[in-house]
C-alpha cells in the first residue's frame, strides 16, 4: 500500500481524496491545512489523521507520497522537506511564483531521486495523447488557444502577489498543453490589463491577457484569456500545420486534413487517471507513468512568468 498524506482541504484537494480514497493500492494516511475544521471534516470522512503543521505531520507520520494543494504563495520548503525524507510528491499546479525558489526546489526533488509528478491534469486526457501522437514529426506552424472564465471566490486569488494572475495560476494549463503538443518556445511577448473588475476592492491583477509566443521550431503562437463577465466559460486550442489542423475543446478532439475530418469524445475522468497513473508509480518505481514531471511544471511556469515580466515592461522576453 501507498501511504499517502494531502496538503490542503480545499476544492482542488477535495478532488484528490475520493481518488486516493478509490485506489486499491493507496492508504490515506493524515491531511493537514491551517484551518482545523477542514482538516478534521476532512480526517472524519476518510480515516485520515488531522494536523495543522506540516512538519508535525512529515515528522509523525511515515508517509511514501505526499499531494500538495495549498496556494502558490505558501509552499514554503515543504517539497524541500518531503523530498529529503524520501517523499515522493505531487504539486498542483502552479508549483510556485519565483523561478529561483522552484529552481532550488527542483535541485532538492533530482537530488533526492524522489518521483515528483503535478497537477497538469489535462495531459491525461485520452484525446490529447491522442493528439500529441498525431502530431509527432509533424511540422506545426500555428498554435493558437483561449480561455475565458469567471472568477475563483478565493480571497488571495485577485492580489497578483499571491495568484501571479489567471495566466499563471488559471490558464497555466492551455499554456502547458501548448508546449506539451508543440515544443518549447524561446520569445514570449504579451500585453495585461485590468479593465472590467477596476470596481473590486483591492484587485491588483489584470482581468485581460493577450499573449504571443514564437516556439523553438519556429512556430507562432498566441493565447487570449481573461476573467471578464461572460455567460459559459470557454477554452479552445488550435495548431495547424500542412494539410491538418488540430482543435481541442473540452474533452473533444477533431483533426482536420483534405477531405476528412475526424473526432474523438474522451469520456475518462482525468484528474483520476492523474491520481492513478502517480500512486502506480510510486508502488512501482516506473517514471515514465507520469507524464506532467516537476522539471515540466517548472518551465510551464518559466513560460508565464515571462509572460507576465513582459505585460509589465512592454518588452519581450527570451527563454533560453
Request: proline fraction near 4%; include cysteine.
Amino acid at each position: 500500500m501507498v501511504r499517502i498524506g494531502v496538503v490542503g482541504a480545499g476544492v482542488i484537494a477535495a478532488e484528490h481524496f475520493k481518488h486516493i480514497e478509490a485506489n486499491e493500492q493507496a492508504e490515506f494516511v493524515a491531511v493537514c491545512d491551517i484551518v482545523s475544521e477542514l482538516a478534521e471534516a476532512a480526517a472524519r470522512r476518510y480515516g485520515a489523521v488531522p494536523y495543522t503543521r506540516v512538519d508535525d505531520m512529515l515528522d509523525k507520520e511515515r508517509l511514501d507520497a505526499l499531494f500538495l494543494c495549498v496556494p502558490p504563495f505558501v509552499h514554503g520548503e515543504i517539497e524541500e522537506t518531503a523530498a529529503r525524507k524520501g517523499i515522493h510528491l505531487l504539486v498542483e499546479k502552479p508549483v510556485g511564483l519565483h523561478m529561483d525558489e522552484v529552481r532550488r526546489k527542483a535541485a532538492v526533488i533530482s537530488e533526492a531521486g524522489i518521483l515528483a509528478g503535478t497537477g497538469y491534469c489535462l495531459r491525461y486526457m485520452e484525446t490529447v495523447q491522442r493528439a500529441r501522437q498525431y502530431l509527432e514529426g509533424k511540422e506545426i506552424g500555428m498554435v493558437r488557444a483561449y480561455r475565458f472564465g469567471g472568477m475563483p471566490p478565493a480571497f488571495w486569488w485577485i492580489d497578483h502577489a499571491k495568484s501571479g494572475g489567471q495566466l499563471v495560476e488559471q490558464t497555466t494549463h492551455n499554456v502547458d498543453l501548448m508546449l506539451y503538443l508543440a515544443g518549447p518556445v524561446r520569445k514570449v511577448s504579451a500585453d495585461m490589463a485590468l479593465l472590467l473588475h477596476r470596481d473590486i476592492p483591492g484587485i491588483t491583477t489584470p482581468d485581460a491577457a493577450s499573449v504571443n509566443l514564437v516556439f523553438a521550431s519556429g512556430a507562432l503562437g498566441h493565447i487570449d484569456t481573461g476573467f471578464l463577465p461572460q455567460p459559459e466559460d470557454r477554452s479552445s486550442l488550435e495548431i495547424m500545420g500542412r494539410d491538418f489542423r488540430v482543435t481541442i475543446k473540452g474533452t473533444t478532439l477533431a483533426i482536420v486534413e483534405p477531405g476528412r475530418r475526424t473526432i474523438w469524445q474522451g469520456k475518462s475522468d482525468f484528474y483520476k487517471q492523474q491520481d492513478d497513473a502517480f500512486i502506480q508509480a510510486v508502488a512501482t518505481g516506473d517514471r515514465s507513468l507520469i507524464l506532467a514531471p516537476y522539471e515540466d511544471a517548472a518551465y510551464t511556469l518559466e513560460v508565464t512568468l515571462a509572460a507576465n515580466e513582459s505585460a509589465q515592461t512592454g518588452l519581450p522576453v527570451m527563454i533560453i
